[in-house]
């Protein structure tokens, strides 16, 4: 946590200086910074040096002005990281900072953001937690007040998503995913409606019903809403996610090892949707969004959809059900089919949607397509190189439309060998009548292993992209109106 303080140091120090010039360091004599420099010289990145009862951390900080922008701010939160486990392993608390040469408040924030988000473990199932938690103080002339309860709130946000990934299913079923949904809502300042599964059943979703069909367990329908009085965007910002909260495979079972054990985290995309509504009420900004979550699990049983089997959607579209695998598109196509009614700007969707996905781009990446124009596009990107989660746009060619045609009803749920990323998207494109961009996050949402400050297993990929996109709709909806 990043607090405000202009007491005096504490016992630990964080010290940043620029590394071309060892006389602004002022607590040390000619020999001591000697010694410092001989260390700098053997590329030591965080030099700890205790003097007089105090442990300073020494940080050279190297800004390489050749460097792109938005690839500086990743090295600060990755260098962030690396602070982090400096102080863990010290085991300290309370550190305070200081700052001694230039260093912009951004390129600042942006470590500062990398040290808090290192903090984060699931401990809910250890019996015998070993909870380490930092403080990091830092005087409001270095960085104002706002900024820090940003990180903070940012922080905080990635944290709740983290959570409702890592929780089995044992514990977070669809109804109880509802119920940790409604608790949030209620702390950040958004409305939650939970459609039960006879409501379901009611409104013939029935994409989400057949995907729910084999397991004992009701589905869910959640339906979030942040609306300000004050909002700069005339139709709402729909979010939707794919809240799979496992997927087994159905009866197109999954292997163990290396998938379906990993298969909890097939709600990422929705938590992340949560975890940016959080943000965005909590901080509240001007901007009305609706989050669309569909929650079901995904198992074989007697009354499972066989493959062959042929189902309606909530559209009334007839889809051929080949894989019980393909389950994501066949709930997000109901929830996207459910966001027309509300006429929107714009609908993103966040899916841990396809192997495909993650085999083309690995963990550092998601994967992006859809029909949104290119302004839209630019706006994406843009949120997402500048928090270091990273896009890659796929094309939605008609061509690939063909592969999702049935031959018993109007189509498909499964396509070819290939491109099966755009396949999925595609089968998602029919379902949509307004500008639309889909997120498969099935690569860069979950990790086994430690992965920098994004820590492992979830890394929350999508909520602070989210939340930095909605920031600058609300600045440039600003401008453009006072212009
Ligand atoms: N949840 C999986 C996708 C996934 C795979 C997410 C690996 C994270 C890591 C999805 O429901 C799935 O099983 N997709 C199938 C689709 C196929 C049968 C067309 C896949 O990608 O194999
Ligand atoms: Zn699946
Ligand atoms: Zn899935």
């Known amino acids: 946590m990043l607090q405000i303080s202009s007491k005096p140091p504490k016992k630990a120090i964080l010290v940043l200086f620029s590394k071309a010039n060892l006389n602004i360091l002022p607590f040390f004599d000619i020999e001591e910074k000697k010694t410092i420099q001989n260390k700098l010289n053997d590329g030591m990145q965080i030099i700890s040096y205790n003097k007089m009862q105090k442990n300073y951390f020494l940080i050279p900080m190297e800004i390489d002005a050749t460097k792109k922008e938005d690839s500086v701010h990743e090295k600060l939160r990755i260098q962030g990281n690396s602070i982090f486990k400096t102080f863990k392993e010290h ?56 900024t820090v309860n940003e990180l903070n709130l940012i922080t905080e946000s990635v944290r709740i998503t983290k959570d409702l990934v890592n929780e089995p299913v044992s514990f977070l079923t669809a109804a109880q995913y509802s119920k940790e949904i409604q608790k949030i809502g209620e702390a950040a300042g958004f409305s939650v409606i939970v459609l039960d599964q006879k409501e379901i ?73 949560v975890g940016a509504m959080y943000a965005i009420a909590k901080s509240k900004l001007p901007y009305h969004v609706i989050g669309l979550i569909p929650a079901v699990e995904n198992r074989p049983g007697y009354e499972a959809v066989c493959p062959g089997d042929v189902i309606t959607m909530y559209d009334g579209t007839t889809v051929e059900v080949l894989d019980t695998d393909a389950e994501g598109r066949l709930i997000l196509a109901d929830a996207l089919h459910y966001a027309k009614r509300y006429n929107p700007e714009l609908v993103l969707d966040f899916a841990t949607l396809t192997g495909a996905a993650l085999r083309a781009i690995g963990k550092e990446a998601g994967v992006v397509m859809g029909n949104a124009e290119k302004s839209i596009k630019k706006k994406i990107k843009r949120a997402a190189n500048s928090t270091g989660e990273r896009v890659v746009e796929l094309p939605l060619w008609d061509e690939y439309g063909d592969y999702m045609k049935s031959d018993i009803a109007d189509l498909k749920n499964l396509g070819p060998m290939d491109a099966g990323a755009i396949t999925a998207g595609k089968f998602l494109e029919h379902f949509v009548d307004y500008p639309w961009m889909h997120f498969d996050i099935a690569g860069p949402a979950y990790v086994a292993s430690n992965y920098n400050y994004r820590g492992k297993w979830s890394t929350a990929y999508g909520v602070r992209l989210l939340f930095k996109f909605v920031q600058n709709q609300c600045k440039d909806v600003s401008t453009k109106t006072e212009n």
Request: charged letters at 25%; hydrophobic letters at 40%.
């Open 91 to 146: 085991k300290e608390t309370e550190v305070s900072v200081e700052v001694l040469g230039d260093i912009s408040k951004e390129h600042l924030a942006s470590l500062l953001l990398g040290i808090s988000l290192s903090e984060y473990e699931f401990l809910k199932y250890r019996t015998k937690p070993k909870a380490y938690s930092l403080t990091i103080f830092i005087d409001a002339l270095l960085l104002d007040e706002a």
């Open 201 to 273: 059943e009611a409104e013939q979703m029935g994409g989400v019903i057949a995907v729910n069909q084999g397991s004992s367990a009701p589905a869910t329908f959640n339906i979030l809403e942040y609306k300000p009085k004050k909002h700069l965007n005339e139709a709402p910002l729909v979010l939707v996610g794919k809240g799979v909260v496992f997927d087994t495979g159905g009866l197109s079972l999954k292997p163990t090892r290396n998938s379906m054990d990993m298969m909890k985290s097939d709600m990422a995309g929705s938590a992340a949707v």
